[in-house]
């Protein structure tokens, strides 16, 4: 089974910074990667798929890249609604496998 | 647009069934599968498996084998989940999803429905 590593837990960033979260899987899922928000109390939220394209009406300062076994996931200049706990997918394999998430706190 | 429903919150004792249901509208119901996650509290996304809206086929993780049945009903595009055996570790708050055989793999989501396991 793949295992799924987000890093860092927590990640504190000021308004307008920017934020680079990792993911990276425990063996090749090609560009099988999808990232997802999710705000308290709230389902998740699809932001990106096939490792670097944006979900339709998701805003142009996330942006994902990587393939293979290492993914990034920025957001180019924080809002304050960006402020949630995010987590990567991978679906090249049976059982799909979340990663930890990432929580982006306010610095 | 893409809606998926849930059922409401339960409360069920150690060692009893839960059904959850997931009532699809907004797309062609077989044309996808769902997905069932869930998320204890404070923790994150744990994928509970797969099953094909087409033609009933299911993939299930291996530690909820046997514990976790997935159906549909193609006539009002109602997805269910049941579990079984349960115990406290399964409280949690349980989402529908909507899965593509491609990518992206889950794109919409339920509200989710909150199970809480108490004696």
């Known amino acids: 089974e793949i295992v799924m590593t987000q890093s860092p837990a927590t990640l504190s960033v000021s308004p307008g910074e920017r934020a680079t979260l990792s993911c990276r899987a425990s063996?090749?899922?090609?560009?099988?990667l999808a990232w997802y928000q999710q705000k308290p109390g709230q389902a998740p939220r699809l932001l990106i798929y096939g490792a670097s394209t944006r979900a339709t009406g998701i805003a142009a300062r996330f942006s994902g890249s990587g393939s293979g076994t290492e993914f990034t996931l920025t957001i180019s200049s924080l809002q304050s609604e960006d402020f949630a706990v995010y987590y990567c997918l991978q679906s090249n394999n049976w059982p799909l496998i979340f990663g930890g998430g990432t929580k982006v706190e306010i610095k | 647009q893409v809606q998926l429903v849930q059922s409401g919150a339960e409360v069920k004792k150690p060692g009893a069934s839960v059904k959850v249901s997931c009532k699809a509208s907004g797309y062609t119901f077989t044309n996808y599968g769902i997905s069932w996650v869930r998320q204890a509290p404070g923790q994150g996304l744990e994928w509970m498996g797969w099953?094909?809206?087409?033609?009933?086929?299911?993939n299930y993780p291996q530690k909820l084998q046997g514990r976790v049945t997935m159906t549909t009903d193609t006539s009002t595009s109602t997805a269910y989940m049941e579990l079984r055996s349960l115990r406290s570790d399964d409280t949690a708050v349980y989402y529908c999803?909507?899965?593509?055989?491609?990518?992206?793999?889950?794109?919409?989501w339920g509200q989710g429905t909150l199970v809480t396991v108490s004696s």
């Open positions: 099953i094909s809206a087409y033609n009933g086929n299911t």
């Open positions: 999803a909507r899965t593509g055989s491609g990518s992206p793999p889950i794109d919409y």
């Open positions: 063996q090749s899922v090609s560009s099988n």
